[in-house]
């Protein structure tokens, strides 16, 4: 299964199951969509993204909320 149809399960759940508000899911969203994940999904490949976003001039601060989010989702997959 793709990494797409798997974080749409995801956010499903969240706002089904634990009641997520919707914010949350856009932040979901939004940090799924910073990090453009592939399969498929290795260590090197989110740390490299990491270092991309802050190459372009992201501040740390937001990278750190994007980590938060996207490391939900990889909590989930596991």
Same mark, same amino acid.
Request: charged share 10%; no cysteine.
């Given at each position: 299964m793709s990494l797409e149809v798997?974080?749409?399960q995801f956010v499903t759940e969240k706002r089904c199951v !634990?009641?997520?508000s919707h914010n949350t899911k856009l932040f979901y969203e939004q940090s799924f969509r910073a990090f453009n994940l592939q399969d498929p999904l290795t260590k090197s490949q989110l740390s490299d993204r990491v !270092? !991309?976003?802050r190459q372009k001039g992201m501040s740390p601060a937001c990278c750190n909320a994007y980590i938060r989010g996207i490391n939900s989702f990889l909590t989930w997959l596991k």
């Open positions: 798997l974080f749409k !634990t009641n997520a !270092t !991309t976003l």
